[in-house]
Each structure stands twice: as C-alpha cells, then as structure tokens.
C-alpha cells in the first residue's frame, strides 16, 4: 500500500521567527491511557480524562491558571486524528448486546466538551478550537500556526494546546496500515501532550520560565517517517 507524503511541514524560516518571537512555559507528556481516575460526566472512555488531566498539570506548571492572567486572554486548542472514536466503541457494543445507549454519553463525542469542561476549570475565556489533521498532514505544525495567529492577532496572550489520541479501532487499524516495514510490530499506544504557548514578551513579563524553543519541541514531536501526530504516541 503506497502511503500518502506528510505535507505542510514548518520551514526552516518559519522555525526560526517562532523561535524568536514565542517560547514553551510547560510542557506534560504521557505515552499510552494509564488510569487517570473518573471525571464527572465523561465515562466509559480514557479520552476525556486524559486530557483534563494533562491540561490541569501542564496548567498549574506553567502559571497558566493564575489569576493575574484574563480569563478572555487566554486561548486553547485540541488536536486529535481520531477524536474520542473509544466512546463511540463502547455504544455500538451497547447497541449490539440490546442496551440502552445512555444519553451521557452523546455529549462526550463531542471534543468541545471537554474543552469546555477544562474551560470551565481553568477560568478560560478567550479562542477556542478542536483540529483533526490528516494523519498524513503536519498535525503539530498546523496547531503551532493557529496558536501564533492568535498570538499575532493580539485575540490572546496565553495559548494552551492539547494533543491527544487513544488506541481505538479506529486507530488501530490505521496505525497496522501505517507502521514502518522494518517494524511491524509498531503500535499506536496513544496518549497525550500538552504545553503552553505564549510571547517572549508575555512570559517575561510574568516572569515565567522558558522550557524549550519551538523548534527543539517541534523536532521533538515529529513522528518516525512523518506519520501520525506525535511521536509519543507510538511504541
């Protein structure tokens, strides 16, 4: 099967300005779905929980929840391939045993709303968005653009941004099409990154520490051979 070329990858040029005008002021990263406790409302599913969990860590690391920064001045972005496809698994699994489909479960489908949740939490008021890339796109390149278009645009100061993905069916299945010929053993463990964004200005200004540059994170992130969203995600 002849596999579709990642596209859209960040330049050197590009790199280089982001490096120069914005920094990474917390950063959390898990590979795989390990239990993170329940969370009110979303159940049956890892996704949900994950992300809430690394939004709250990377959160309070970062200064991101502090009071001195607007609730409308802050921005936050989810980057998912296959969105929350693990509730959708756990209702067909109902429907073919003769269940009921409990309606709580409609909601959470719905990547806005944990976002929202997580909104709610960390008093964030400001843009807001959910990004499905192509797994042959540059998922993390294009998030990176869309925070600094915030950023530039002066529509927030403080962007967080989310990556995440479970070990569905549905991803299972593209990640066996997908793995490397060398390693076809290769599996999509999923899990989640997160880091805050923001201007040199901006985190100097509060007096917030720099993690890393955009370009050692971004390197960091890119997948073996370009395929899929992150690099963590794989075992």
């Not at 070329?5 to 280089?16: P, V, W, Y």
């Not at 979303?42 to 200064?63: D, E, H, K, M, W």
């Not at 100097?204 to 520490?209: S, Y």
Request: with cysteine; hydrophobic share 40%; aromatic share 8%.
């Amino acid at each position: 099967m002849t596999k579709a070329k990642r596209t859209s990858f960040l330049n050197d040029e590009q790199l280089k300005e982001f490096n120069a005008r914005y920094c990474i002021t917390g950063l959390h990263q898990q590979t795989g779905v390990l239990d993170t406790g329940a969370l009110r409302g979303f159940i049956r599913s890892p996704f949900s929980p994950l992300i809430y969990t690394s939004a709250t860590q990377v959160s309070t690391q970062s200064g991101f929840a502090g009071p001195e920064i607007s609730g409308t001045r802050k921005g936050i972005i989810l980057g998912s391939m296959f969105i929350d496809a693990m509730t959708e698994e756990e209702q067909w699994q109902d429907l073919l045993a003769g269940k009921k489909v409990s309606p709580i479960m409609f909601p959470q489908i719905v990547p806005s709303s944990i976002l929202g949740f997580v909104n709610k939490e960390l008093s964030v008021y400001g843009p807001m968005t959910c990004i499905s890339p192509s797994p042959q796109a540059d998922g993390v390149g294009i998030i990176l653009r869309q925070a600094a278009d915030w950023l530039e645009d002066g529509l927030a100061d403080i962007v967080l941004i989310l990556l995440c993905d479970v070990p569905s069916l549905r991803a299972k299945q593209w990640a066996r099409e997908a793995a490397h010929p060398d390693n076809p053993t290769r599996e999509l463990a999923g899990g989640i990154v997160s880091w805050v964004m923001e201007s040199e200005e901006h985190a100097a200004g509060r007096g917030a520490a720099n993690v890393c540059t955009v370009q050692e994170f971004y390197d960091q992130l890119q997948p073996e051979r370009g395929v899929g969203m992150a690099r963590q995600f794989w075992t």
